[in-house]
């Protein structure tokens, strides 16, 4: 069947349908379907790069919010427990920490260069830099509950708290805002807490040189010295 001058008569469905897709290839400029195909594989080839570029923030958000999932399943399944325990959700840590540090091995084979210098017990104080997504910085998180069973306090910014279904996340893993006093109680509380002062500042707008934009955000400092806390922990990741 084929198309005059860009119209269709009056056919069954099926073969109105063929006949509307050879209007479509000879408008393509295309004479047969081989070469539609090699178009398309053309377009994908040129795609590919972006496509690559694209694929990995979504499965970070997308494994964040499978995290989120199964802290709702866990929960459920371990209310009866609730009432009898008040580390209910450190199964739930320690599972997530598994998938989180599987995926750190599997994907980066992430390291971590100095990690005994995280005390076993009692207050520490670690600074780290802000990539455009601190995924190392989840990493480091997880290896930290895998390998000193200890789980790190976090301050997160305050957009953090008001993303739809993040709050459990928060809760279990101790992120918090501050302030200062919230940070130095933390610390006088025996916990690790982990601070970056560049924040999401530094996320957008430093690259891959690491130039560290504190700006005037020396208030860490100032949490160590008023929590009278000695550990300041110098960590390397590599991803």
Known sequence: MQAQNGSCEIYPSLTYLTCLLEILLDWLGMDNLEDYLSYLDYLMWVFTPLIIVFILPFIIVLFLYLSILFL???????????????SIWD??????????????????GYEIHGLEKVPENGPALIVYYHGALPVDYYYFVAKVILLKGRTCHSVGDHFLFKIPGFKPLLEVFSVIHGPQEECVKALQDGHLLAISPGGVREALFSDETYILMWGNRTGFAQVAIDAQVVSLVNISTYL
């Open 72 to 86: 709702h399943v866990y929960k459920r399944k371990n209310e009866l427990k609730e009432a009898y325990s008040n």
């Open 91 to 108: 199964g739930a840590r320690k599972t997530l920490a598994t998938l989180w540090d599987g995926h750190a091995t599997i994907w980066h």
